[in-house]
T-cell receptor
């Protein structure tokens, strides 16, 4: 059974820092991996989608990498801002877009 | 605007009552999904549908029912058999391998 783990569970950094969020999964047979952002009481906003054949994807200050063989993905946030404060979730697609989620990393960026 | 609309945003259920959560999408996506989110846990899949008039159970389907009579709509009924229904419910849709898109969620509380 696929299991997804996110470390750390919570992270607090001052504004301007570069940071890395980690996601690991137990079964490398995935179709893709997706990173989401969730603000309190809100739905999920898709940030980046990495297909299983890709190594990384970039969008603005965000860069996500995927190492399928080792079961790891990282989300790199450059020059963090207070508006980046949210919970970040990774999810692996195990087929038919059935997503298995990690429990998230709660990020707080202080001014 | 294209997107996924969930209603209502907040819902209160009395003991023994069935309630229905609405999910509508105008993205022309084939697949739709219902997830449940509890504090400290990742999202868990309740039901999913790949095509109209067809749906499959996810990991925690007991106490829930769905229908898919139209491509745009995938309502979720929380029945009285669901013993712990208080949670945040999220609907999603997808097409091909383009990743999942989520609605803004419905918070259900038992009173």
């Amino acid at each position: 059974k696929q299991e997804v783990t996110q470390i750390p569970a919570a992270l607090s950094v001052p504004e301007g820092e570069n940071l890395v969020l980690n996601c690991s999964f137990t079964d490398s047979a995935i179709y893709n991996l997706q990173w989401f952002r969730q603000d309190p009481g809100k739905g999920l906003t898709s940030l980046l989608l990495i297909q299983s054949s890709q190594r990384e994807q970039t969008s603005g200050r965000l860069n996500a990498s995927l190492d399928k063989s080792s079961g790891r993905s990282t989300l790199y946030i450059a020059a963090s801002q207070p508006g980046d404060s949210a919970t970040y979730l990774c999810a692996v697609n195990t087929g038919f877009q059935k997503l298995v989620f990690g429990t998230g990393t709660r990020l707080l960026v202080s001014p | 605007d294209g997107g996924i609309t969930q209603s209502p945003k907040y819902l209160f259920r009395k003991e023994g009552q069935n309630v229905t959560l609405s999910c509508e999408q105008n993205l022309n996506h084939d697949a739709m999904y219902w997830y449940r989110q509890d504090p400290g846990q990742g999202l868990r899949l309740i039901y999913y549908s790949q095509i109209v008039n067809d749906f499959q159970k996810g990991d925690i389907a007991e106490g829930y029912s769905v229908s898919r009579e139209k491509k745009e709509s995938f309502p979720l009924t929380v029945t009285s058999a669901q013993k712990n229904p208080t949670a945040f419910y999220l609907c999603a849709s997808s097409i091909g391998t383009l990743g999942a898109f989520f609605g803004q969620g419905t918070r259900l509380t038992v009173v």
